[in-house]
């Protein structure tokens, strides 16, 4: 056999175990690409975390929000188990945040839960559970915040302004209050309180690992 037909018989060869070799390779080593899939799944805008915890189905970027609500659920500027609370664009924060109200602590702190706020081991996208949240608002009326956040670990240092809470039909009865929105608007109302005493005492519940394909298709078109 001559040197160029070895050569010929030598490439078929090896143009015939390349897919072999490559599916080997993703059976026996498919580390890299798991590690980027969860990496994904654990990367979590507010907007879908706060919807699936409180039930509040409104869709589109998380400033849309408060005046979304409006004529759909009830809105104030008191914080109540269950309500979530929402932010404004304001600064480079454009799209604004929202977060869900865990408990009340007393009239001038919360704790919430709320994702990609901080970051956490350098990553964006996470989850934060019952952490604090503080009224600075010289009223005492909610209309600007403090929050936690992680790589300082306490309240970080800006005030962020607040348009109000946006209540659940589920969401339970705080401390007495004068119920009045944060920003003076005449269609923001106080929560109907006979709702409101005969609401579930259930706790919100934890996301599913399901993936909520229309809703975030909505979110990203702003719906």
Wanted: glycine fraction near 8%; proline fraction near 7%; aromatic fraction near 6%.
């Amino acid at each position: 056999m001559s040197v160029a037909a070895v050569k010929n018989l030598a490439t078929v060869i090896r143009n015939a175990m390349i897919p072999i070799l490559l599916a080997a390779q993703a059976v026996l080593f498919p580390t890299p690409v798991q590690a980027r899939d969860q990496a994904a799944k654990e990367y979590l805008q507010c907007v879908p975390f706060a919807r699936q915890i409180s039930g509040i189905q409104i869709y589109g970027d998380a400033h849309l929000w408060w005046d979304k609500a409006d004529g759909r659920y009830q809105r104030g500027s008191d914080p109540v188990e269950g309500a979530v609370l929402s932010l404004p664009g304001h600064g480079s924060m454009r799209l604004g945040h929202i977060a869900v109200v865990q408990k009340i602590v007393d009239d001038r702190n919360i704790l919430i839960s709320h994702a990609n706020w901080s970051p956490i081991n350098g990553r964006r996208g996470q989850i934060e559970r019952r952490v604090a949240a503080r009224d600075v608002s010289k009223k005492g009326d909610w209309s600007r915040v403090r929050i936690y956040y992680a790589p300082i670990g306490k309240l970080g240092t800006t005030a962020f302004p607040v348009n109000g809470f946006i209540y659940p039909k589920a969401a339970k009865k705080g401390p007495k209050r004068h119920w009045a929105a944060a920003k003076s608007q005449p269609q923001a109302r106080a929560p109907d309180q006979r709702q409101l005493a005969h609401s579930r005492t259930d706790k919100p519940q934890e996301p599913t690992e399901s993936v909520d394909l229309i809703g975030d298709l909505l979110d990203r078109l702003g719906s």
